[in-house]
Structure formats: C-alpha cells, structure tokens
C-alpha cells in the first residue's frame, strides 16, 4: 500500500520513471499479499505510466492484467453477493417456516380445545339422555322402565334362590280433584312432594319410581309381607 501511494505521488509530480519502478514494486507487493483492490488500481496506474514512458507493450500487458484482475474481483464480489442473498434467502425461508409452524401449532391447540369442549359436551349431553332415558321428568326419580328392570332383575333373584320379594303400589287418592280445585301446576307439586317423601322412606337396597301418573312403585328385594306393610303404613302417614 505504500509503494502503491508513493507511485502516486511521483505520477501526480511527472516523475514517471521513479513512479513506475516504485509500482513495480507495489505489484510485487500485491502479488504477494492478494489484495486485489490495491492491486487492481496498481495496474492500472502501472499501464498508464508506461504508456507515457513509450513502453507501449508493457502498457498493454498491465492493462490486459488489470482488466483479468478486475474481472475476478467482480465474480468474487459477485459470488460473494450471490451467497450473501442465498443467505438471507435461507433466514427468511426458515423465519417464515417458523411463523408458519407456529401458526399452524396455535390452530392446532385451538382445534384441539374446540374438540375437547365438543367431546366434553358430548359426554355431559350423552349422560343427561342416559338419565333422562331412566328418569321421570317430573319428579326426578326412577321411571316405570327403570322400576321395571331392576324388578325383572329380582324376580329373577327371587325365582331362582326363592329369595323374598315384596312390591308395593301407591296411588295418590282423590288427585283429580286436586288438579281440578287448584290447577294442575299443584298437582305437580303434590307428586314431587309424595315422590320425594317415598324416595327418603324407602331402604338403600330398594327400587322407587313413578309408574304412571299419580301411581308409584316401590320393589323391596329381601323384605317379606310384614315388612312392606310396615314400610308403607310409614310412608302413607308421613305423606298425609
């Protein structure tokens, strides 16, 4: 660099022979060091300055080097270039494949918790219609097929080991008459009130439920005559 400022400097002052042999130098210089701006420019002042020494040849041959030296530096730059924008290129492909993943996770987890709610409502709208299916909507407790179930269940019982059965029928006397005086909104409510009273009468191991209108059922595994009439003597006192 410096033989190459000194070259320079003869030039500019028309010392052309001591600025040629000090480019020389600065050529030596460069082909040693390969810095390729510094000695591109030291071709080109070395052509020029031999061009003005009438050394013609000389003068072409540096051009010619120049223009080779200049033209590898521009494919250089040029691939340098070329995997610098590769380079972004890549960052931006995996930036936005990044954003993209992230995105597509997000509507994952949504799916999935709009899928867990779904599943969830499923599961709740499937319990309520298992009781509904074993329910009486009036009164909450235990349809006829409910009833009539678990008492095929204990007839079997009861057929094959002769174990006791009892069942008892209740009927609410003169509801038609409540209907009637006080509308039919207090006959609901008269059934919902025999209907829990029964339900809180009755053992754990029996079966209670409505069988239709103001008739109930209750099915006693294991309890003889005398004990269903103590249990429904019981009943009907608390119920009047």
């Not at 000389?58 to 080779?68: D, I």
């Not at 179930?149 to 057929?159: D, Q, S, Y």
Request: glycine share 6%; aromatic share 6%.
């Amino acid at each position: 660099m410096m033989h190459f400022s000194y070259g320079e400097v003869l030039v500019w002052e028309g010392r052309h022979e001591e600025a040629f042999a000090a480019l020389l130098e600065a050529r030596e210089l460069g082909l040693r060091l390969e810095s390729n701006d510094v000695f591109r420019q030291t071709l080109k002042l070395l052509s020029d300055t031999a061009l003005k020494l009438g050394l013609h040849e000389k003068a072409l041959c540096y051009l010619q080097e120049y223009v080779e030296v200049r033209e590898t530096i521009f494919t250089a730059e040029s691939d340098q270039r070329c995997r610098t924008l590769e380079v972004l290129h890549r960052v931006e492909m995996t930036q936005k494949e990044a954003l993209l993943a992230q995105q597509q996770n997000e509507e994952l987890q949504a799916l999935n918790r709009r899928l867990v709610a779904t599943l969830a409502e499923k599961d709740a709208l499937h319990a309520e219609l298992s009781r509904n299916a074993v329910t009486d909507e009036l009164t909450g407790v235990s349809n006829r097929r409910q009833v009539m179930e678990f008492g095929r269940r204990e007839f079997e019982r009861h057929r094959r080991l002769e174990a006791p059965l009892t069942v008892i029928m209740l009927d609410v006397d003169q509801f038609k008459g409540i209907n009637d005086r006080f509308g039919h909104a207090a006959g609901d409510e008269v059934l919902r009130l025999v209907a829990r009273t029964c339900a809180e009468g009755v053992r754990s191991i029996d079966a209670f439920g409505r069988w239709g209108g103001e008739e109930f059922c209750i099915i006693l595994p294991g309890a003889r005559l005398d004990t269903a009439c103590r249990i429904a003597e019981r009943i009907r006192e608390t119920v009047s």
